[in-house]
């Protein structure tokens, strides 16, 4: 039997993973599973799976996630060293699916304990690539990437040698204004932008997708995780998200990695790894489709693809202000305190300021470094915001 936790289990892909897992329940045993205020939904999968533990991040809820499972023989727990300790119960597969910087510690727990860690948080190597990547390799733990466009690259790498790579090309949908006028982006609402085209996602990521932070963010996971240089890494818009991503060789042959909007078959490529099993993902008829369109994207419409390239060449500790100041923004956004568009001068303008301090680039990236970092960031966005 193989064990099996999930960290984030009520979210998106908490969820896609929890139905994987019910269709193999033979052969796995649920260890723990964590989540956030859903605590209805969290004690139902934890007591239909047979859990160990279910964690709630949040300490309010306790009592509520103990009356949830009272009777159950499952245990409750709840805060961040909860969290922590269920990452640190043995497994031999963890899903790494908190959305934000808050999946980093968890991730690094796990993968402390030698788990094999199935990583969908991508803030983890954004914000610490170089301790994330070396804490595995010191544990003898593998990473397996879960962003679908991590894992086409990833799969299209199977058996070949990385120094024959001469680019990879990852895809984006273009998001919920990929057609609107650019003038009218500083008025689009939060409800607007959290409507993905193709994909069904949490609410945080479909706000990147629309203004690309998302994949600002995936092109300094793909360099971290693969050690590309950032002139190999492009990013198209490919309306369809139909091909997730390719891979061109030095002999100019390009793999490319196409399949529905459907993160059950990156999640479950993860979970059977290095088989491939069944999975409940629809195969393409191609004929319907017809046609295929790609684009280059528009820099002045996602500021934040430019940005990602500048996190790139300066690395250290560029990537956890970034994706703070980031996550700050989103969360004015979303509160509907700043417009769409500010979070991009937000950003730019945290991340100009704080890059100029030596020490961002230079400082040894450690958990501490990173969360000050992380702090230093937030502070410099609600400073802006006037909050
Ligand atoms: P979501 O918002 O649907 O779920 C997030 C999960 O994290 C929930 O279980 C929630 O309870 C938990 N959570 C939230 N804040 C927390 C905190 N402070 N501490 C502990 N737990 C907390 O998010 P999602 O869309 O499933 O995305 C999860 C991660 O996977 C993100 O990093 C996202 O970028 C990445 N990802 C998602 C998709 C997708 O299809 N949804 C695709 C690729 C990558
Ligand atoms: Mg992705």
Redesign the pocket.
């Known amino acids: 039997m193989r064990r099996v936790t999930i960290?984030?289990?009520?979210?998106?892909?908490?969820q896609?993973t929890i139905d994987l897992i019910r269709r193999q329940k033979s052969q796995i045993d649920v260890v723990a599973l964590?989540?956030?205020?859903?605590i209805e939904q969290l004690a139902k999968d934890a007591i239909e799976l047979g859990a160990e533990i279910a964690v709630t991040?949040y300490d309010d809820l306790l009592q509520e996630l103990r009356e949830a499972l009272s009777g159950s023989g499952v245990k409750a727990s709840a805060g961040?060293a909860a969290?922590n300790e269920a990452a640190a119960q043995p497994a031999d597969w963890i899903m790494s699916?908190?959305?934000?910087v808050?999946?980093l510690e968890p991730g690094l727990v796990a993968l402390k304990q030698g788990a094999t860690l199935a990583l969908?948080?991508?803030?983890t190597l954004v914000t610490a690539g170089p301790l994330v990547l070396e804490t595995a390799r010191r544990n003898d733990a593998k990473i397996l990437p879960?962003?679908?466009e991590h894992s086409a690259i990833f799969q299209a790498l199977q058996g070949e040698d990385i120094a024959s790579v001469s680019r990879v090309i990852i895809t984006a949908s273009g998001g919920a204004f990929r057609d609107w006028p650019i003038e009218s982006l500083a008025s689009a609402t939060p409800e607007q932008a959290a409507k993905h085209p193709n994909?069904?996602?949490?609410?945080?990521?479909?706000i990147?997708s629309a203004s690309m932070f998302?994949k600002a963010?995936e092109i300094i996971e793909t360099r971290e995780y693969f050690d590309f240089l950032p002139e190999q890494i492009e990013v198209i818009v490919h309306p369809e998200s139909l091909v997730h991503a390719l891979v061109g060789f030095r002999d100019g042959g390009m793999m490319a990695h196409v399949g529905p909007p459907d993160?059950r078959h990156?999640i479950g490529y993860a979970l059977n790894w290095p088989q491939r099993l069944d999975l409940p993902v629809e195969s393409l008829d191609l004929t319907s489709i017809g046609s295929l369109t790609f684009a280059q994207p528009d820099l002045t419409r996602y500021p934040a693809l430019r940005l990602a390239r500048e996190v790139m060449e300066m690395r250290g500790l560029t990537g956890a202000v970034f994706n703070a100041a980031k996550e700050r923004a989103l969360d004015h956004f979303i509160a509907q305190r700043i417009g769409f568009c500010d979070m991009n001068v937000i950003v730019e303008t945290v991340l100009e300021q704080l890059s100029s301090n030596e020490g961002l680039i230079d400082t040894e990236i450690t958990l501490d470094t990173v969360r000050e970092a992380d702090h230093l960031a937030r502070q410099r966005v609600d400073a802006l915001v006037g909050k």
């Open positions: 960290l984030g289990a009520t979210g998106s892909i908490g896609n964590t989540g956030g205020r859903n991040a961040t969290l699916a908190i959305v934000g808050a999946g969908a948080n991508k803030e879960v962003d679908s994909w069904s996602m949490g609410q945080r990521i479909t990147d998302n963010l993160m990156a």
